[in-house]
């Protein structure tokens, strides 16, 4: 699902976050759903402290990477680092661009209110799957990682049929939605997909043996109309002043 970037809190990046650039661009962003918010946290200062307007539009990973095969235009993506190095091959992606910027684990929720189930251990996890009277996730097909994670889980804990009878899918944007409406009691998602969204509880992350950790990567496209503007915005996204965004979105910064 594509959204527009709105207004959102200026954050305190400093003027040496960015590079000095000769003149205004816009910079297109693609960016895969669980970096969204990030993004638009971000957004506002980078246009202030560099002059460039920044357009956002954000789908599954595997969406994106097929719109960008099929010739979309853009000036950043952010997606898995995998992704990104397929499309460089490609000639898609500008080679050396590719920007490790932040990582994220799975997690389950419930709507406001509600009572939490026990997730603590993969048995307890087992349980509330089982128990719920309906499960939410990113449909596989639709190229979510955390929906295509989710499924072979599923498979491996011996859960697919009984889950797949309740299964709620989503093909893209917030699973949150349907936890929101009623129409699923259980959900999983990513948790910087789930933390944004009011409405709902987020119960906590997978059980560690089975928790599915996802990095994301920012590259600059091979046919950028600016490409030191958008290497200027790939910088911020992975510059010290995001730290905070990061973690208050539900993130962190990948390993180095």
């Known amino acids: 699902m594509r959204s527009t970037w709105a207004v959102v809190p200026v954050l305190a990046f400093g003027l040496s976050a960015f590079a000095a650039v000769a003149g205004a661009a816009e910079v297109k962003v693609l960016s895969a759903g669980a970096m969204k918010e990030v993004v638009l946290a971000v957004v506002p200062e980078f246009e202030k402290q560099s002059g460039h307007k920044v357009s956002f ?68 996890f087992k349980r509330a799957l089982l128990n719920a009277k309906s499960v939410a996730y990113i449909d596989p097909a639709s190229g979510g990682s955390s929906g295509i994670y989710f499924a072979g889980l599923i498979d491996r804990l011996g859960l697919a049929e009984p889950v797949k009878a309740k299964a709620k899918l989503k093909q893209g944007g917030y699973v949150a939605d349907l936890i929101v409406s009623g ?47 958008a290497k200027s915005l790939i910088r911020a996204l992975a510059g010290q002043a995001a730290e905070s965004v990061l973690k208050a979105k539900g993130m962190e910064r990948p390993p180095s």
């Open 57 to 124: 539009a954000n789908d599954t990973v595997g969406a994106l990477r097929r719109r960008i095969e099929g010739g979309e235009a853009f000036d950043v993506a952010i997606l898995t680092p995998a992704a990104l190095d397929d499309l460089a091959s490609k000639g898609k992606v500008a080679p050396g661009s590719r920007v490790n910027v932040a990582q994220v684990g799975i997690g389950v929720m419930v709507k406001a209110g509600a009572p939490a189930p026990d997730i603590s251990t993969v048995e307890a």
């Open 183 to 229: 129409e699923a009691e259980l959900g999983v998602h990513q948790i910087s997909e789930i933390v944004p969204v009011k409405g709902v509880t987020l119960v906590g992350p997978l059980p560690a043996e089975i928790q599915n950790v996802t990095v994301y990567a920012a590259g600059a496209g091979a046919a950028a109309q600016d490409g030191e503007a």
